[in-house]
């Protein structure tokens, strides 16, 4: 069963101008996301910079969210680690919290064999009784996990019930899709892919677009599976400049630079990330302008 259908929001860490998170503004845009009907919450991410967290300061946020977001919708934390019993911990942490799911991205820099993936995942996955989404992407971790793996995982480890797919392969998705069940949770990695996708028998996305719409996000989604493929796809082709601008710099430089524009103060990010160019921010602009949420 799915831990959620339709768009969930990969959100981002707001900070203050010394570094620190600004649980102020985290209330801010939790409530925001929830108001424009966001369908999950997936907290601490790539997109919420985890990786320039401590593991303390993670878990604070990911308890915080959780507790803000009061389970009117689910709470999916990212856990996953190339430290596989680093990730334990985390995920057994959050399940404590009363996360609804964990997001586990496969393991970087270490570039396991695909046996080492399952016995990763697998370590994890019985370390706590809350549903697992692994995360594919190659482009960051440097390792693929091919879609036997995926669906030998999620056929022999009870609690992992699907993938984020962020490797903009469709063809392996597909094969991935012909080796699993009906049951199984296949999400959109990447927002300008959410109909094809949802085409294979996706159950969502999540986003780094619905930081700054929300809305669109959702609707397209809804419209999917309410049976309006034309208006579904009429949404895909409409956010597609913006989603193009969203990733004109690495993520998530460009949605806190656009979170910014729309004056939500979301502050600066820690480095090695820097502020967005001058030219994507007016890139930025110019298509939030077009798309009427600027």
């Known amino acids: 069963m799915a831990i959620f259908r339709g768009a969930g929001v990969a959100l981002v860490t707001p900070f203050n101008q010394d570094g620190s998170v600004n649980y102020e503004k985290l209330a801010e845009l939790v409530e925001e996301q929830i108001k424009k009907g966001t369908d999950a919450i997936i907290a601490c991410g790539t997109t919420g910079e985890a990786a320039t967290m401590s593991e303390k300061e993670h878990m604070d946020v990911v308890r915080f969210i959780i507790k803000q977001t009061a389970h009117r919708i689910p709470v999916i934390a990212g ?40 016995q990763h995942f697998t370590t994890i996955a019985n370390a706590i009784s809350i ?23 999620y056929k022999n480890v ?111 990010l820690r480095l090695p990330l820097t502020e967005a160019e001058e030219s994507t921010k007016a890139l930025l602009k110019a298509e939030m302008e077009t798309l009427g949420i600027l």
């Open 158 to 268: 009870n609690n992992i019930v699907g993938v984020k797919d962020a490797t903009g392969n469709i063809s392996m998705t597909a094969k991935l899709m012909t080796l699993v069940d009906q049951d199984f949770c296949l999400y959109s990695g990447n927002d300008d892919e959410i109909v094809p996708i949802l085409s294979l028998g996706g159950s969502g996305v999540i986003s780094v677009l619905s930081n700054v719409a929300p809305k669109e996000t959702h609707d397209l989604c809804q419209k999917w599976f309410d049976g309006d493929v034309k208006g579904a796809l009429e949404l895909q082709l409409k956010t597609f400049p913006l989603i193009k601008a969203l990733f004109a710099e690495v993520n998530p430089i460009p949605v806190k630079a656009a979170l910014n524009l729309q004056n939500k103060n979301v502050g600066s």
């Open 79 to 118: 856990t996953g680690s190339n430290c596989t019993e680093t990730a334990v911990e985390l995920s057994r942490d959050a399940e404590q919290a009363g996360a609804e799911g964990v997001l586990l991205v496969t393991p970087y820099y270490n570039k396991a064999t695909q046996n080492g993936l399952i």
């Open 131 to 153: 549903p697992c989404i692994l995360y594919n992407v190659p482009s960051r971790t440097g390792v693929t996990l091919q879609p036997e793996t995926m669906a030998y995982l």
